[in-house]
């Protein structure tokens, strides 16, 4: 076999630019499916992780701490009780550096003429930083200074909707653990914007240890938010931090906490292997009508091989290295051609004609494509382990001719 | 039969596998087709009615600036007159006022956030759902009545059953402080958690009590039986309020942006697949006829010797491909219809698709429509483009000469 | 030593309703150094016995035995061995790979043997200079003549010196003047080497050129004569 692969290689290689309008229609339709599933995965991609990555910094945190009653009822009676010094010791001891202890009730914002119902985040702004966007996306005035800071800082959206300012006063009201109205006035300092308005209408920001005044509960909160190296695989983070929390505590990443946003990057794999495989199956007609048609108007040189002394099993690889290379032409143009057309698109796609849409699915409205190697290997790996199989049926037919019957025939 | 259709139909067979697979390309990218397009077709459907029908309705009648500002005193003035002579004058029932604010409402334990509606309880339930789905208790009784339904998760949340007493404090609609104590005659579940968690509904005429409303509000709200009837109610109601001034109608496209929006950016991420689909079917069908007009030349350099004309030739070729398009589009299409009817009758899923389509207010199993348009639009431009693909190969036989035709191996 | 050794050969074949006897209890002794027209009318069986002796068909029942080693109840692998080394053949038509050139094609059967490219190269040039082809290896076979793509054909045939060559109709489709070229070759092979030639043929020239002259019919040897020695 090994002696016979020269003769092979060069027999499958001339023969496949023998018709050579047929190669390339072929090799072209291979391209076009390569650069379909490619580019096609990297939007999808870019759309997904861009949701993602927002959502988990609206969350915020890769993992949270919560007691185990929040989730089901998020108010200040599901409190936990990490002060700051004991469970920082305890975070930095294992060398997690990106981490918050926050408050998160909900609560009513009122201005002089209008009322929402926000969520009320009480937080320490100098570990904020860390796991969240706001301090990096003030519009107007300033973020918070200090956990003691007697400012809020709200999203422009929400201002409008107040019909009021940045400077002007606001009354908050949520409730203290014994189920008193807690309210207090405070003073607008800071404007963020965000990608998706509804987190412009809905997060409001002040300091955690008025905030933890205002509600009246000490120095506990109702959570902690923790960001690992990597959003994609939490479940290290996750069982770490159960190993060294009390066991009174919930510990959730955020494929649990947002099960939308879960779901999405679990599907989205499922997605792109459906997508590959249905664009494969549909060049795979084309592929087995090709080399049908090759074998067929070769038979009597088959026949010829096969009657000088060479072996079937050379004539199967001959026909199989001619699609092989088919496919691999088709894949190189394939994928260079979605490399050159991601590449350029890698800024940012506005896609803003349907902003309000994509704000549906929780997307914002530019578009980052990315260009995951994975996703490439897997088009590249399907085409050519499907393509493999698609030619073994016309292969197999080509090298068990007989070849009487095959050089008689006319 | 005459003999060129004859011709083209034996011909059509001479390679029977290569047309086999040429057909099985076209077949697999139309029952594709069909099923996806029912499946989107019906899961927009599904979607605007699933949105319009829990609130929205298919037009409101608002204050100039209330839909993107949704401020307390942006009103109508005197809705339920307006709302009771829009019904008389549209000659339809489905009309409803509706009063919104903000407000706490606190029980013995807990205070929560959320927003109030006050509607007329006996013409709600025709532009919502929300009435119908009262799981435990009963909706607003008419009258102006101290009710209120609220959400399951809110219940949940303030730990309230129905009887039990919900204290509502907020601002009215002059600014002065507006308090109420109500008692919980219902309480809904939508399965949207913003609407089950952040949602009460209480009698409009004690809303307006209680926020100093003087007679005014904020939507008149009027549903359709579908989306064409919508766009003639728009346009009449446009008519009937236009000396109103400070009014506006919104069509359900402007009360909910997102909802087309979304769709378009579902279907041209879509449409991108389909138009890949088709072209790869359309490759499968170039080739098919490239090689059969080539291993033919000599065939066909013999008969145009004979003076058959090379426009006749091509119009053979393009008669078989037409054989050929028109089988592919028959099987696809019907056994694209029989895939979705299967679905239609068994649902289709995936794993994690209730997580996803909750978001849309979809179940989380749909059940695709077999309707004619969907069927047939696929397997039509996919045989449109097999026929544009075979211009190649058949307009190729105005080069052939027949005399090296004929020496053609 | 017999080169080749038929023993009482059937083949029958089916054609439509009617069965035909193609090789009908043929026996044959080809000796070492032979050159031997098989002639026949078309159908006559002349192409089946020497599919039979090369291996290419398997007769219904009877023996072919090849240099002393029986072939007929050999595996297909065996029988692609022993073409590959044994035997060379010239066919009618379509003798050559359309794909590879002269010298390729010519190279085939070594490639397959797995003789090293140098080798390869410097017997397949020698071989076309033989056969009076010098200067055209890097033709395709579209570029040749038939009389020249037969050349390559028999260059082919021998280039690995088997000891037994099979011809059908290796002139069918040349000149006159071509096919005298080819037999004179055929010739000078059987005198230098003592390669053993079996050619079925009906075309009288070719069998002017043979030492002996099996007659067939209807598959059944009907004359055997011996004629001149070269």
Redesign the interface.
Known sequence: MT??L??VW??AW??LW??H??TL??I??VS??VW?MIF?TA??RGMVNDMIRSGVENLPGHVQVHHPGFR????V?NLIPATDTELAARLADRGFRAWSTRINV???I?S???????TLYGVDPARDRDVTFVADSIAAGRYLESIDDDGLVLGRKLL??L?TDLGKRVVL???DPD?D?ADRGFRIVGVFEAELDNVEETMIFGGKRTIQQMLRIGDRVTEVAVVGPDYRDVEPLRRELARILDDDVEVLPWTELN??L???L??MD?FVLV?TV??F???S??L???L??AV??RV??IG?????????V?ILAQVMLESLLLLAIGLAVGTSLAWATIVPLEAGID?S??????????ASSVLYPELLLADVLLADAVVLILGILASLSPAWRASRYR??EA?TKV | MNITLRLAWRNLWRHSRRTWLTLGAMAFSNILLVFMISLQFGMYGMMIDNTLRVMTGHLQVQAEGYKDEHKMRQTVPDIAELAASLRRDLELERVAPRALAFALASSSDRTYGLQIAGVDPARESLVSSIPGLVRTGNYLAAGDAAEIVIGSVLARNLRVGTGDEVTLLGSGLDGSFAAAVVTVSGIFETGVVELDRGLAEVPLGFFQDVFFMEGAGHQVVIAARDLDEAALLTERTRELVADNPGLVVHDWDALQPGLRQAIKADMSSAFFMYGILVILVAFSVLNTQLMSVLERTREFGIVMALGISPGRLGRLVLLETALMGFMGFVGGAVLGALVTGWFAANGFSYPGMDELTANFNLPSRVYPPVAFLPTVIGPLVVYFFSMVSALYPALRLNWLQPVEAMRAA | MTAVKCIDLCKTYRQGEQEIKALDHVDLDVERGGFVCLSAPSGGGKTTLLNAIGGLDIPDSGQVWIAGTRIDNMSKSELARLRLTQIGFVFQAYNLIPVLTAKENVEFVMQVQGVPARDRAKLALEILDEVGLAGLDGRRPAEMSGGQQQRVAVARALVSRPALVLADEPTANLDSHSADGLMELFVELNRNHQTTFVIATHDQRVMAYAKRLIKMLDGRIVGDIRQHEH
């Open positions: 002696k016979q020269q003769i060069t027999l001339r023969n023998r018709n309008r047929r229609i072929m072209a339709a076009v499916g379909a096609m939007l999808m089901d009822d998020p108010s009676n909900p609560a009513v009122t002089e003429r209008e009322s929402r119902g926000v409008e909707n019909d009201m949520s409730q189920n109205i099960t939308y879960g779901t999405m679990r599907v499922g997508w249905v664009i199956l549909a060049l007609f084309g087995v009508n090709t049908v048609m067929f108007e009597r040189e010829l091989m096969l009657a000088l002394g060479m072996r079937p050379s896609i004609i349907v902003g309000e849409g994509l704000e549906m699915f929780g070849p009487v050089i």
